[in-house]
C-alpha cells in the first residue's frame, strides 16, 4: 500500500511539474525566456505518462535544438544575445534593488518597478539560465571554435 501511494505521489509531482513547465514554455515563447526549452522540459516529463506527449516530444526536440543551433550561428548573433541576458539580469539588479522613482517618472510612483522582488529574481534567473543555454549551445553547435 504505502509504495502504490509514493508512486502515485510520483507521478501526480511529475504531471504538475509537466503542465507548468508546458505553460511556462507557451507563455516564454512570446515573452522573454527560453520557451522551447521549457515546452521541451515539460512534454519530456509528461511523455513518460501520455502517449500524445511522447509522439510530440521529437518534433519539440527537433525545432528546439535548431533554434539553439540558430542563435550560435554568428558572432553577431552571440554577441546580441549576450547582451540581451546581461540587459535582462541588470534589469532584475534593479528590480530587487528598488530605487525610488526618478523625477523624470511621468506616472505615479506606484507604477514604478510593479513586481519588486519576485520580478527581478525571476529576470536575474532568466538572465542566468539564458547565458548558461548560450554558452551549451556554442559549446554544442560550435565545439568551442574561436
Known amino acids: 500500500m504505502r509504495k502504490l501511494g509514493g508512486a502515485a505521489l510520483k507521478r501526480l509531482v511529475l504531471e504538475t511539474l509537466g503542465w507548468a513547465l508546458v505553460v ?8 522573454p525566456g527560453p520557451g522551447l526549452l521549457a ?4 512534454v519530456a516529463l509528461l511523455s513518460q505518462q501520455y502517449e500524445w506527449a511522447e509522439r510530440r516530444l521529437e518534433p519539440i526536440k527537433k525545432r528546439a535544438l535548431g533554434a539553439a543551433a540558430e542563435g550560435v550561428e554568428t558572432w553577431p548573433r552571440i554577441v546580441i544575445s549576450v547582451v540581451g541576458a546581461l540587459i ?3 534589469c532584475g539588479v534593479l528590480w530587487i534593488w528598488n530605487p525610488p522613482a526618478p523625477e523624470w517618472w511621468p506616472v505615479a510612483d506606484s507604477w514604478w518597478l510593479i513586481g519588486g522582488l519576485a520580478t527581478g529574481a525571476t529576470q536575474v534567473a532568466s ?4 547565458l548558461a543555454l548560450i554558452v551549451y549551445s556554442y559549446r554544442r553547435f560550435r565545439g568551442g571554435e574561436a
Not at 24 to 31: D, E
Not at 127 to 130: D, F, S, T
Request: aromatic residues 6%; neutral net charge; without cysteine.
Open 88 to 90: 535582462l539580469t541588470a
Open 24 to 31: 511556462v514554455g507557451i507563455a516564454a515563447l512570446v515573452l
Open 127 to 130: 538572465g542566468i539560465i539564458a
Open 39 to 42: 515546452l521541451f522540459a515539460g
